[in-house]
């Protein structure tokens, strides 16, 4: 037996340690996933849920979950977008925008980016070698969540 099954969980290890040291586990005022979000909107004011999906690599109705906290939280607002009024706009509140003024980037950034820097053939591997593990091990069915953020039945 290869040391292969080592190697994939202890990067995995890593991953969780690196999302828990960001504030992924709710130790600070935001989760990862809400401080990810906020972190976005404040770079590009006017974000769609469906771009803030697509910038977090994140299905339109778990960003939208997220966003819906983070709004009710009084963090941001929904706009009708200027140039399309069919088109909803997020934009960061004052109380959001001092949220996450000073809050660092969370692990969630970093390992978008990273994914950026994989040749196409790693990134083919990975995602077809993590489908197959989430699958043999009956994960496959769960809903893929934002990182600590409670699911459809409001479980974490």
């Known amino acids: 037996m290869t040391d292969h099954p080592e190697t994939i969980m202890n ?3 890593r991953i969780v340690q690196a999302l828990r040291r960001s504030g992924a586990a709710g130790d600070g ?4 996933a809400q401080a990810l979000v906020l972190r976005h909107i404040g770079a590009r004011p006017g974000l769609s849920v469906n771009e803030l999906a697509g910038l977090t690599f994140t ?3 778990t ?4 966003v ?4 009710t939280a009084g963090l941001l607002d929904r706009r009708r977008a ?4 069919r088109r909803v706009a997020l934009w ?3 109380a959001g925008q001092a949220a996450v003024a000073g809050v660092a980037a969370p692990a969630q950034e970093s390992l978008i980016a990273a994914l950026a820097t994989l040749p196409p053939q790693t990134l083919a591997a990975l995602a077809g070698g993590l489908e ?8 496959a069915d769960l809903p893929p969540v934002m990182f600590f953020e409670p699911g459809p039945e409001g479980a974490a």
């Open 63 to 66: 960003v939208s979950e997220v």
């Open 68 to 71: 819906g906290r983070l709004e």
């Open 59 to 61: 299905g339109q109705s």
């Open 132 to 139: 197959a593990w989430t699958a043999a091990a009956g994960l």
């Open 11 to 13: 990067a995995l290890r």
């Open 82 to 85: 200027a140039d399309d009024g």
């Open 29 to 32: 005022p935001l989760t990862g």
């Open 92 to 94: 960061l509140t004052p």
